[in-house]
């Protein structure tokens, strides 16, 4: 039980009491009004707890997806590294073999013939890591402006509704002055 619960149930006992009716009444009204009061904030609560919360899970999971998009280029990245490096080896094996062995063509064929497949695959790599590197950056772009409309929204929407909670409060509080005639006081 909360502390506005708490009260509004000794109040509530106070009215029972029933010492004027007067008395009673208007303990017992603000008993109401005091219940009524948690039941808005519950209910502010609830709906803020569901707007927000959805957006920071939404965005928790855009960043493991993004987490994940970012190991992918990583390793596309190691991999196109690793054909340059092999590339690099075997075209110097090659240079070497064509100045020293002119004799040996199975040889020199054979490493031609590698050092063309290294160059594709070192092509190949580089195309993908720079496709993967300007999709991240469109997306990112994309991402940047739809992120910052639903915040601004989700923003709005908690603003909005306690706003709306504030007014019902002091619709709450009017109603009870007005029945007990205390706006005079």
């Known amino acids: ?27 017992g009204e603000f008993a109401e009004v005091h219940l009524k009061l948690r039941e808005n904030l519950d209910r502010v609560n609830l709906l803020d707890q569901l707007t927000l919360g959805f957006t920071i899970e939404e965005y928790l999971r855009i960043i493991g997806s993004v987490k994940s998009v970012f190991e992918a280029r990583s390793k596309i990245y190691q991999q196109y590294i690793t054909y340059k490096n092999d590339l690099t080896k075997k075209q110097e094996s090659l240079d070497k073999l ?34 993967i590197s300007d ?8 991402f940047e402006m739809d992120k910052i409309e639903d915040f601004r929204n989700s923003v709005e929407i908690f603003i909005e509704s306690s706003i709306e909670s504030q007014k019902q409060s002091i619709e709450l509080w009017e109603t009870f002055y007005d029945r007990q005639n205390l706006a005079q006081i």
């Open 1 to 27: 039980m909360g502390v506005t619960e708490e009260i509004s149930s000794t109040i509530d006992a106070l009215a029972d009491l029933e010492i004027l009716k007067t008395t009673s009444d208007l303990l």
């Open 135 to 142: 999709t991240i950056k469109s997306e990112i772009d994309k």
């Open 98 to 131: 064509n100045s020293k062995y002119k004799s040996s063509v199975d040889k020199i064929n054979l490493l031609t013939f590698e050092v063309d497949k290294l160059k594709q695959k070192v092509t190949q790599f580089e195309k993908s890591f720079n496709n």
